[in-house]
């Protein structure tokens, strides 16, 4: 089939990549002709392991191309596929001006009937408003589909080409049989529903991945108290089957750009219909206090005063195996320490570029690697779990700080590399490994 994808951010870029891969001829469309200048010679603008290969691959073959011509794109085209951004206003409701802009040029670039495709993540109501948008600037046939993209960052590619499913939103059967055949090679999983309840099920998934992520955390802050460990908790949970063991993973809470979007967002779609969501606002608010942990064990370990020393910290990206740091607990939290006369020294494999990028490159020491990091720090917090962190020798960490503790915002280490090391160590929800900072466990 003849594709184009009108954005070339994570969603877009990566979905083009993956439907050449499959055997369709696929355009990649952004107006920013510094990105599609980048991606012509070869280069990609996101850190997506396995994405630069793929992209070689499939432009070699000819069934790959990126350009800032929609124009041209959309009239080679039988499947326009709208993959901009929606980022937060400052309300928390979806800023749709970029879907809004794209759906116009789209209309006006039309030569033919086409299946006009929203992947972005958009409230309930849009691709209507989109259809009737579209309608007033063309007189050439077409039908709307909605396209919730279910994609990880970090595993983009897996998740994209081996999806658990696919949902399609369509109100002409045609249309939606087409959108099927262009699937059926990554799953037999697809489910085709009415265009609103394709909308809904995209905020509804991430909300309910937000709110185990948030759930698990409030019950490690609760075994901490208790004396349980939330690693066993959590195994023990995750066999039930009504349960599963995804997102049961204790630590300084979620980041990205979509669950701290796309909870807001549906809080926002909640209260615009006269409904109060009180169980997301509490998941937001779980989430929002639970990275501020790393600052509270500090300042007990120091007696309330941080001014002045040095914290290292591993970790800048909200997860690892991306560079994407919007909503990263380490903004937070290094805004935090520095606010507060810490001299910060960081590290992360990838994300660095584009922390600098959101945070800016004055009042934090910038190092080359883990090590440098940690050289002559007062304490270690890591807030992201690269995997090049789990494999440091603790004794070897501990030769190079000044004073030997560790703040382990993701629970990396075990009790095997902790225990025999002269670490003042914390993890989250795991209190018998704590050595130094522990919870009062109440006498039952």
Not at 357 to 367: A, H, N, Q
Not at 396 to 424: A, M, W
Request: aromatic share 8%; hydrophobic share 40%; with cysteine.
């Amino acid at each position: 089939m003849n594709i184009t994808i009108i954005g070339t951010g994570y969603v877009g870029l990566v979905s083009g990549v993956c439907y050449a891969e499959i055997g369709n001829d696929v355009i990649c469309v952004d107006k920013d002709p510094y990105k599609i200048d980048l991606l012509n010679k070869g280069k990609v603008p996101i850190y997506e392991p396995g994405l630069k290969e793929l992209i070689a691959t499939n432009r070699l073959a000819g069934r790959l191309a990126f350009t800032s011509n929609l124009s041209n794109a959309v009239r080679h085209s039988d499947i326009v596929i709208i993959a901009v951004g929606t980022p937060p206003l400052p309300s928390g409701e979806a800023n749709l001006s970029y879907i809004d802009q794209a759906a116009v040029e789209i209309a006006k670039a039309m030569n033919g009937y086409k299946i006009i495709t929203v992947k972005s993540t958009v409230p309930v109501g849009t691709n209507e408003r989109l259809a009737k948008l579209i309608k007033s600037h063309t007189n050439m046939a077409f039908d709307s589909i909605s396209l919730p993209e279910f994609l990880r960052e970090g595993s983009a590619i897996q998740d994209t080409l081996y999806p658990d499913r696919v949902i399609i939103g369509a109100e002409c059967q045609k249309a939606a049989d087409t959108m099927v055949q262009l699937h059926k090679p990554l799953t037999p999983n697809i489910v085709v529903t009415d265009i609103r309840s394709a909308e809904m099920i995209k905020y509804a998934s991430n909300a309910f991945l937000a709110t185990k992520i948030s759930f698990i955390n409030e019950i490690a802050n609760i075994c901490e108290k208790v004396g349980a460990d939330v690693t066993k908790v959590a195994e023990g949970m995750g066999y039930d089957k009504r349960i599963g063991s995804s997102f049961l993973k204790a630590g300084i809470g979620y980041g990205g750009s979509c669950f701290p979007k796309d909870t807001s967002a549906l809080i926002q779609i909640a209260g615009n219909v006269d409904y109060e969501f009180k169980l997301l606002r509490s998941v937001v608010e779980v989430n929002q206090d639970q990275r501020f942990n790393v600052i509270r064990k500090l300042e007990t370990i120091f007696d309330g005063e941080l001014n002045g020393t040095t914290i290292a910290v591993w970790g800048l990206s909200f997860k690892p195996n991306t560079d994407d740091v919007r909503e990263s607990p380490a903004l937070e939290i290094i805004q935090h320490l520095v606010d507060n006369g810490v001299r910060v020294k960081t590290y992360d494999p990838v994300a660095m570029e584009s922390f600098q990028s959101l945070f800016g490159k004055e009042g934090v020491i910038w190092c080359e690697d883990a090590m440098e990091a940690a050289q002559d720090a007062d304490a270690l917090c890591l807030l992201t779990e690269w995997h090049e962190f789990a494999k440091v020798d603790l004794h070897e960490l501990q030769k190079v700080l000044k004073q030997p503790i560790l703040i382990d915002g993701r629970n990396v280490f075990n009790e095997e590399q902790v225990l025999g090391t002269g670490f003042i160590y914390y993890s989250v929800g795991r209190p018998n490994l704590n050595q130094g900072v522990k919870e009062k466990v109440p006498a039952l």
